[in-house]
């Protein structure tokens, strides 16, 4: 079995009238994570979602997903799909609209009561189940949204601007259930423009703007700027201690310690130091790149690299004929 879920080359798409929306994604998702697909709208993250349930046909590229080449039935019953402003009939319960999709779906008749019952729990809906769908708020129309994408217990589920809408305590919630279907062993792939929103949990991320790929891989290694510890404190420290901590490479300013580390356990010491010498330690925390600034480091690398064109210049000037 292939540790990837996808494994795409060269994917692209071109909607008529020459609009680019995919320009030749090379993607590989790792089995068992939370991925995020970041880019502001109209980058392409919905056209390659699209592509992927086969909602739309692909213009060029090959790929496969959960080791079937992109559209094989087998591997598509085993996806769960929200997609971006669904629709659901408003006349329906949030537990009609489960079982509807079960149904759809091919989920057993005998399963297909206990499944719902279970989902319900999950996206803490089994008080409001019997509302009909026009009486949900945003947040509530987003869980039953999840509940009916996880109808056929897939390996796979594509989230489309998940919480986009969503109120805080929403945003909280969904972070806590995406982090619970993780542990289940299941693939999350999430498209969001809310960059935030995937900063505590995501395991990898593709960052895509203009329908071309940034960048791609583990978040701590993307980012240009790495972790750091800040330790703010009142008072002075003693030469001794001073020259200590230099040799062993923290930076020392006036009442500010950094320390070039991500890990707690090593600045413990110079805690206990400050302590002892009975400094006021008034501040600990530990900066880090936020996904928002990486991914406008990479957006602007690539503004760098493709300057926009001389006013008055043909974006694509017309071919010389050949005599």
């Not at 537990?95 to 499944?115: W, Y």
């Not at 594509?158 to 945003?171: K, N, S």
């Not at 203009?210 to 290694?221: A, K, M, P, T």
């Amino acid at each position: 079995m292939s540790d990837y879920v996808l494994d795409l080359t060269g994917i692209r798409k071109t909607y008529r009238g020459g609009v680019e929306a995919l320009k030749g994604i090379n993607l590989q998702v790792p089995r068992g994570c939370i991925y995020g697909l970041l880019g502001p709208n109209g980058a392409g993250k919905s056209t390659m979602v699209k592509i992927l349930t086969t909602l739309i046909r692909r213009s060029g590229g090959e790929g496969t997903m959960l080791g079937k080449p992109i559209g094989d039935r087998s591997a598509l019953q085993k996806v769960g799909l929200l997609p971006e402003h669904a629709q659901f009939p408003d006349y329906l319960t949030g537990r009609q609209v489960i079982e509807f999709t079960a149904g759809l779906q091919d989920v057993p008749t005998s399963e297909t009561r206990q499944r719902a019952d279970s989902l319900l729990e999950l996206v803490d809906m089994t008080e409001a189940q019997g509302r009909k769908m026009r009486g949900y708020s945003k947040g509530m129309k987003q869980r039953i949204g999840i509940a009916q994408a996880l109808v056929n217990d897939p390996e796979i589920v594509f989230l489309d601007e998940p919480t986009d809408g969503v109120d805080p305590a929403g945003r909280r919630d969904f972070r806590l259930l995406m982090k619970r279907l993780r542990e289940e062993g299941r693939t999350i792939f999430i498209n969001t423009h809310i960059l935030s929103e995937l900063e505590p949990i995501v395991d990898r991320v593709a960052i895509i703007s203009q329908g071309e790929l940034l960048g791609e891989g583990i978040l701590d290694d993307l980012r240009s700027e790495k972790p750091e510890f800040h330790i703010e404190f009142e008072g002075a420290l003693s030469p001794a201690t001073v020259e200590s901590m230099e040799k062993t490479g923290l930076i020392l300013n006036s009442g500010l310690i950094t320390a070039l580390t991500s890990r707690a356990a090593d600045i413990q010491p110079v805690i206990d130091q400050l302590r002892r010498e009975g400094l006021t330690l008034s501040r600990v925390e530990l900066k880090t790149q936020s996904l928002e600034e990486l991914f406008m480091g990479f957006v602007d690398q690539s503004n760098v690299a493709a300057p926009p064109p001389i006013p008055g210049t043909p974006v694509n000037p017309p071919a010389i004929p050949r005599s």
